[in-house]
């Protein structure tokens, strides 16, 4: 890598950022190399520990690096990008990009919905809902925590619910309850991830992440699951197109 500018006025975080992202989008380090540590970039770059371990924090931040404790820091594996402009399944997308979904379920249970429930799906304050809270997973990665409601009255069978894993929650109420989702309305907001949130994701409380927002309709535009899912800022990447 160049020698970084001291007289610019380009901060010299910012530029060792710049040449780290510069070597992995030119394949000279890959995803699993390790990256010089501290002292390496200190003496490589005439730079102070601190603008070294301010460029190597944003990395990781932004989920371009990854620490390991007692080992150092390495390249991580890309963000799992998704277009906004259609609709889809996270277990689909994940297969089509050559990844292995695996769910783990959390629990399935029949619940009073709360009022948000309630109104998404459009039901009476007397409904209960069946909710699934599963941890969805990708090539054994968490990548989101997810809490999926669905009216009572249409989940016939409460032992057809042990299928999902093994195949996607719209493809078993399409099999099983003749239920075909065919639209849906997401909403996202940044928040931070909590203290329960960090056990499932190995991760530290306080992280920046993604809440989903998600309403599916059935054929007749009758609203049919309401989603609940955290996804850490690390792991996943929406975008849409606009013309």
């Known amino acids: 890598m160049d020698r970084l500018q001291h007289e610019s006025f380009i901060p010299l975080y910012h530029q060792l950022k710049e040449k780290i992202k510069e070597s992995i989008d030119s394949g000279m380090w890959k995803v699993g190399d390790k990256i010089p540590s501290e002292n390496q970039l200190m003496e490589q770059f005439d730079i102070s520990r601190n603008t070294a371990r301010k460029a190597i924090e944003e990395l990781v931040q932004e989920g371009i690096l ?9 390249i991580a594996r890309p963000k799992l990008e998704q277009s906004l402009t259609g609709f889809y399944s996270f277990s689909k997308v994940l297969r089509e990009k050559g990844m292995n979904p695996k769910d783990i379920i959390l629990g399935i249970d029949v619940v009073e919905p709360k009022l948000k429930v309630r109104e998404a799906l459009q039901i009476a304050k007397t409904e209960k809902v069946v909710e699934i809270k599963r941890l969805r997973c990708a090539n054994d990665k968490p ?10 009255s249409l989940v016939t ?5 042990k299928d999902i894993g093994k195949v996607s929650l719209y493809d078993l109420l399409e099999e099983k309850f003749n239920i075909r989702v065919t639209k849906a309305k997401e909403a996202f907001e940044p928040v931070l991830i909590r203290d329960y949130e960090s056990a499932y994701f190995k991760i530290k409380e306080g992280l920046p992440a993604l809440l989903l927002e998600r ?10 699951e309401f989603c609940k899912s955290i996804i850490p800022g690390d792991r996943c990447r929406f975008y849409t197109e606009l013309t």
């Open 66 to 74: 990854y620490r390991t404790q007692g080992k150092g820091t390495f």
């Open 143 to 152: 990548f989101i925590l997810e809490s999926s409601y669905i009216p009572k």
């Open 215 to 224: 309403v599916a309709y059935d054929l007749s535009g009758k609203p049919v």
């Open 157 to 161: 069978d409460m032992e057809c619910l």
